[in-house]
Structures are given as C-alpha cells and as structure tokens.
C-alpha cells in the first residue's frame, strides 16, 4: 500500500467516525489515488462496514460505493453464521458449567455501536479461566471444532502442559467460524487483568437474540489498546476510538503500550472530543519513531512472520511486562515459546524438550 493511498483510507476512516458521533463532514478529495487501490486498502484493512456506511457523506462516486456495497452484501452470510457460531460456542461452554466471555467480534461490535454488522466478521474469542481450558478443549472438540492436524495436542501431552503455562490461545478450525480459546488475554500475565476479575466485571450484549456475556467496555479498551493487532489492521484502531468515546475507560492510568496504540489510533482514525487532556498530553510523549513503526506495519499487505515478528513481539511483550514473571515469560518465549511445542506428542518433558528444540532449530536453519 503506498503512502498516498494509506493517508486517503485514514482521512475516509475519520471522517466516517465524526459522522457517527454526530459531527459535519466534508466530502473526502480522493485526489491521484484510483479506485481499486482504495478499495484494496479498504479491504485490507478490514473496514469496508465503516466506510460504506457514510460513502454519501464521503462524496465517494458511485463505482465505489457500489463496489462497497457488494463487498458488505457478500459479506452478510458469513456474518450471520459467525453470530450463529458465536451463539453457539458460548452456550457450549455455560450449559457445562464452563465461565466464558466472548471477545472481540460480534458483542464488540454491539458493544460500541449498538449494530452487529458494523465491523465485519472474523474468528470467535472465548475467554475461560485458566483451570477450565482442558474442559473447554473437551467441549469444543467434541461439538466439530479441532486444532489443526500439526497441531492436535490433547491434555496429558506435554506439549498441552507447556503451552498452558506459558502461552495464553489455542485455535480450534470450524467449518462456520474459528475459535480462539484463551485462558489469558495477553503472552504477558501482567499485561490484562486476571480472568476471574474480567469475569466479575463482565458486561452482556445482545447477539442473535441470546445475552452473551463479554468484556466491560474498559476492560475491552485495555486489552485492545495493549494488541498490537492495531497496527496492522486500521479496523482495530476503529475499535479503540469508538470504546474511546465512555469517559470511564479512561479512569484508570494507562501503560506504555496502551498509550502507543492510542497514538497510533490519533494519527490514523482520530480520537474522539471525550479523550481527557492528561491523556492527550501522555500521548504527546510517544516517541516519533513509535508512530513511525505503526505506519509501515499499516503500508504492509499482510501480518509479518518469521525473525523479524519474533524481535517485535520481544519488543512488544518486554514495553508490557510489570514484573519478573512477565520477564521470565519472555525468556521462555525466546528459547522456546508455546507454538513450538504444537507439533509434539510426546507425554513428558524428557522426550519433549528435546524434540521441540530439534524442530525449532530447523526452522530456524531454513530461514
């Protein structure tokens, strides 16, 4: 994506939201750019619902806002069969007796704008506590959802023991909508409240007409202002100013990395009037070189993997860290994190460590 076009989505993104808060918007200049760049950043950057939904304020001409439309329209069956699937997982799990929340998805959609079309489709979160994972991962396998077929690890392995403690999601493929489930929300314990206390805050939203529990509105806003999933999809940045807009989610201090989102999302998408002004002045102290990260991570065509992913996630996970167990989850995660233990069948660490490591310095090798 080139920076032209990246700044014209950005300029139609905040422009669609002063819309949706009420204000008057100008029609948007397109300038130089052409249709199908634009809307292949629209659809790269997983925003078609937000900017369809105010193409006639945008001044947008018509092949686009056909084009838009087409793109919403086809997307509508996948949309009601997540919310089925949503609906679906999470009552799974309650008629067990298993604690969950969903995240993400669907009730963030209702949660910020009342509509469960507004920010398209995606995977299923479901969060449990730590001690139900193996019950959840019961449940879920035996009602059609798996883990991948190189990654089948069941309770007993040590592969399963390994990254229960020290990862935080597993997905589980659906032939609807996939699962992650989580027993955490971050890599780093201290990043995100414990899940019994997300738990006992926990709002419900409305989803295919059945009450789903998920997170209270700032507890949403912290775990998406601490993802970097922000930086690589415009969309989530979305999210965060619309949470922006209930002045409670800003009742408690913000960590490094929550505010380097939140800048990242006031110099794409915009922030709306609610934002206190301590808060505006902490994000003036984000270092240049922080924005400057965010940006090229939103001018790349899709998620990076590899040697490059692993020195930003220790980067990202060492600005979350509060305290020795998060440094030693670091640790952990550059010898040997949780994914490479997924294709490990081993039952105990004597057999499985060694494997793991075997296999790691192989990938290693052919990079």
Request: include cysteine.
């Amino acid at each position: 994506m080139t920076a032209d076009v990246l700044d014209l989505l950005c300029r139609l993104a905040r422009s669609a939201l002063d819309a949706e808060e009420g204000h008057g918007v100008e029609p948007v200049r397109i300038g130089e750019a052409s249709a199908g760049d634009l809307l292949d950043g629209v659809r790269r950057h997983r925003v078609p619902e937000l900017i369809h939904a105010h193409a006639g304020e945008l001044g947008l001409s018509g092949e686009v806002v056909r084009i838009l439309g087409a793109m919403v329209d086809g997307s509508r069956p996948r949309r009601m069969v997540h919310a089925f699937e949503t609906v679906r997982a999470w009552q799974l799990l309650d008629a067990a007796g298993v604690d969950a929340l969903v995240v993400k998805g669907i009730p963030l959609a209702v949660l910020t704008t009342g509509r469960p079309g507004s920010r398209g489709a995606g995977d299923i979160d479901v969060l449990v506590r730590p001690g139900a994972a193996e019950e959840a991962h019961r449940l879920l396998s035996g009602a059609g959802w798996a883990l991948h077929e190189q990654c089948r690890i069941e309770p007993g392995m040590w592969a399963w023991r390994h990254v229960q403690r020290w990862g935080h999601t597993l997905t589980y493929l659906g032939s609807g909508a996939d699962v992650d489930l989580h027993w955490r929300l971050d890599a780093m314990p201290g990043a995100q409240p414990d899940p019994a206390v997300l738990m006992e805050r926990r709002t419900t939203v409305e989803v295919g007409g059945v009450q789903v529990p998920t997170l209270a509105p700032a507890d949403a806003f912290r775990h998406l202002a601490g993802h970097r999933e922000g930086w690589i999809w415009l969309r989530t940045l979305v999210d965060l100013r619309r949470l922006a807009r209930d002045p409670e989610v800003f009742a408690q201090e913000l960590p490094a990395p929550a505010l380097a989102s939140l800048a990242a999302a006031r110099a794409t998408v915009g922030l709306p009037d609610t934002v206190p002004g301590r808060v505006l002045a902490a994000l003036d102290r984000v270092p240049d070189a922080v924005l400057a990260r965010a940006r090229a991570r939103h001018r790349q065509p899709v998620a990076p993997w590899g040697g490059a992913s692993t020195a930003r996630d220790f980067r990202d996970g060492l600005a979350s860290s509060t305290g020795p167990r998060d440094l030693q989850q670091l640790a952990v995660g550059l010898v040997l994190p949780p994914h490479a233990a997924l294709p490990v069948r081993s039952a105990t660490a004597w057999g499985g460590v060694p494997r793991a490591f075997a296999l790691r310095a192989q990938r290693l090798v052919r990079r």
